[in-house]
C-alpha cells in the first residue's frame, strides 16, 4: 500500500466518527450557517465601536440584500478599567470590557430567533506619551470588536439549524 493510500485510508477511518453522530460542517453547501449569509440587517449602533462592530459582522455574515430575512439590534457597552503599574514611570493597563446584547427577529413577522449576551475582554497599556497610549487604545477597541463579532457570527451559525423555517 503506498504512502497516500495509508494516508486516505486513516483520514477516512477518522471521519467515520463524525459521520456517524450526524456531524455536518457549519458552513457547507446546504447549510444552516451557509443561509444566513446576507440574510441579516443589524442596526447601526451610534460609535465608532458600534461602526467596526457592524463592518465586522458584515463582513462574516455577508452584507444584507434589499430584503433581508431578519432584523438584528445590538446593544453594547464599553468599560474601561485603569490599573497604575508604576507611578515613577506613569504606565497603566487599561482594561476594556465589552457586553453586547444581541437579538435576530424575523423581518417580517417579528418572531425572536435568537437572543444572547455576550463578553469580551482587551487590553493593552498607557504610559505618557499620547500618541503612542492613542494609537495601542484604537487598536484595542479594533480587537475588542473583532473578537465580539466573532465570538457573535459563531453563536450564531451554530443556532441558525435550530431556527423554525
Not at 40 to 58: A, C, K, V, Y
Not at 63 to 81: H, V
Not at 94 to 100: Q, W
Amino acid at each position: 500500500m503506498s504512502l497516500s493510500d495509508r494516508r486516505t485510508f486513516v483520514l477516512t477511518l477518522a471521519a467515520l466518527p463524525l459521520a456517524a453522530c450526524g456531524f455536518k460542517p457549519l458552513y457547507s453547501e446546504g447549510g444552516a450557517a451557509r443561509a444566513l449569509h446576507g440574510d441579516i440587517r443589524f442596526d447601526l449602533i451610534e460609535s465608532p465601536e458600534g461602526f467596526q462592530l457592524l463592518e465586522s459582522l458584515e463582513s462574516r455574515l455577508g452584507r444584507p440584500g434589499a430584503n433581508p430575512r431578519y432584523a438584528g439590534a445590538i446593544t453594547l457597552a464599553i468599560t474601561a478599567e485603569q490599573l497604575i503599574l508604576t507611578a515613577a514611570t506613569s504606565l497603566s493597563r487599561i482594561t476594556l470590557k465589552a457586553d453586547a446584547s444581541v437579538t435576530v427577529t424575523e423581518a417580517a413577522t417579528g418572531h425572536q430567533m435568537f437572543a444572547e449576551s455576550f463578553r469580551e475582554t482587551i487590553g493593552y497599556t498607557s504610559n505618557t506619551e499620547t500618541l503612542v497610549t492613542n494609537t495601542a487604545e484604537r487598536d484595542a477597541r479594533a480587537k475588542l470588536m473583532q473578537a465580539l463579532a466573532e465570538q457573535i457570527t459563531r453563536r450564531l451559525a451554530a443556532s441558525a439549524g435550530d431556527w423554525p423555517e
